[in-house]
């Protein structure tokens, strides 16, 4: 039995992101799978501290982080997944704080400084990211996200091998149970409530297929 996890890298345990991979993992789970959807917002770590441990010759943890945290049993359990979802906010152009000190700790560890650079992973697998974003759709490419973010598939494609990365974008998100009770003008709060009721929905259904497409692949 194949075994995907989803990474939740919003602080938030039950906000957007949460919800967009829990349909990614319902998907998968429609073939059999065994999922698990991690929060990393209830892990007490922190980014790579560049100490090298992991790229020393004959050393304990060479291929691993010698870091000893909240992260290190979640590390563990990733780097033997048969495929992993990454799901993560946009918060000022980029991934959350989270979610960037977690990749540092994943992909960082497993690269190897060969050259051409190569991978201390003991298995591949197939990868997916999902970005949830307060944006408009059509802002993506305007603001440069999607050129930024695009990058992000190359982490796994080198370190698991993953043949084709497929991202979901999932725009124009929900923030606030009750605008009027903070100083949002900047937004359509009746537009944000459409989106919610009417497009949100349409992303829950793609992030299931992704899921499903993820864990067959």
Known sequence: MKKIYAVNGSPRNNGNTANILQHTLAGAATTGAETELIHLGRLNFSGCRSCFACKLKDGD????????????????????????????????GAESGLFRNFMERL??????????????????????????????????????????????????????????????????????DDYSKYESSLFNAEHKLEVRKHIFPAYQKKAFELGRKTALK
């Open 61 to 92: 943890n060479f291929g691993r982080c010698a870091l000893r945290d909240g992260l290190t049993p979640v590390l563990e359990k990733l780097i033997h997944a048969d495929g992993i979802i990454f799901g993560t906010p946009i918060y000022f």
């Open 107 to 176: 992909f960082f560890p497993l690269l190897k400084y060969t050259n051409p650079p190569s991978s201390a992973a003991p298995k591949k697998m197939e990868t997916a990211f999902v970005y949830t974003m307060n944006i408009q759709e059509e802002a993506i490419t305007d603001y440069g996200y999607r050129e930024y973010l695009e990058k992000c598939k190359t982490f796994p494609q080198l370190i698991f091998g993953s043949s084709d990365v497929e991202t979901l974008y999932v725009c124009d998100t929900w923030q606030f």
